[in-house]
């Protein structure tokens, strides 16, 4: 329990507030630029100039009162700096998490057309991997396969139609 000697007198207080207040907020305000933060530094100064300040002669309570001010105002970016911080780490945990998840989904995707391709007849198959995966023209893969351009596209159709409805299902 604070003895009273340390509390410092309403009167005294007063003059105090009237003597250093705008310079303590223009003060603060250059440590914190932020108007809130100013005003709960001001505040916490003013209480520990109340309930702390008994014991300060009165050549000394400038330098005692913006030295509390200073100290609130470290404080409040201290707390608002771990604030930001466990805020960013987060938000980095859940966009890493969204990364996750997005990335199951595409292999998850990336399995099921594996699975409904192995599932095409095997002409249709051979003309989708060799669009796909070997980039060819459709002119090309008829010219390899000895096959005339149109039936190279009704395999392509049919086989997309056949992965369409398979993956529909999914």
Do not use: C
């Not at 907020?25 to 630029?33: D, M, P, Y």
């Not at 005339?148 to 999914?170: C, D, N, S």
């Amino acid at each position: 329990m604070e003895s009273d000697e340390s509390q410092l007198d309403p009167h005294r207080l007063a003059g105090w507030y009237s003597d250093h207040s705008d310079r303590l907020k223009a003060f603060l305000h250059g440590v914190l630029r932020d108007h809130n933060a100013v005003e709960e530094a001001f505040q916490a100064t003013m209480t520990k100039a109340l309930t702390h300040g008994g014991s300060i002669q009165e050549e000394s309570a400038k330098a005692w009162l913006f030295q509390v001010a200073y100290n609130e105002a470290m404080g409040i970016r201290r707390r608002e700096g771990i604030t930001k911080r466990v805020l960013e780490k987060e938000s980095r945990v859940r966009s890493n998490q969204v990364i996750f998840e997005d990335q199951l989904i595409r292999w998850e995707t990336v399995d099921q057309i594996r699975k409904a391709l192995d599932e095409l007849p095997p002409e249709q198959k051979s003309i989708v991997e060799q669009r796909v995966y070997g980039e060819k023209t459709f002119q090309e893969i008829a010219t390899e396969q000895n096959l005339p351009l149109g039936t190279v596209l009704t395999r392509m159709r049919l086989a997309l139609q056949k992965l369409h409805k398979k993956l529909e299902q999914t």
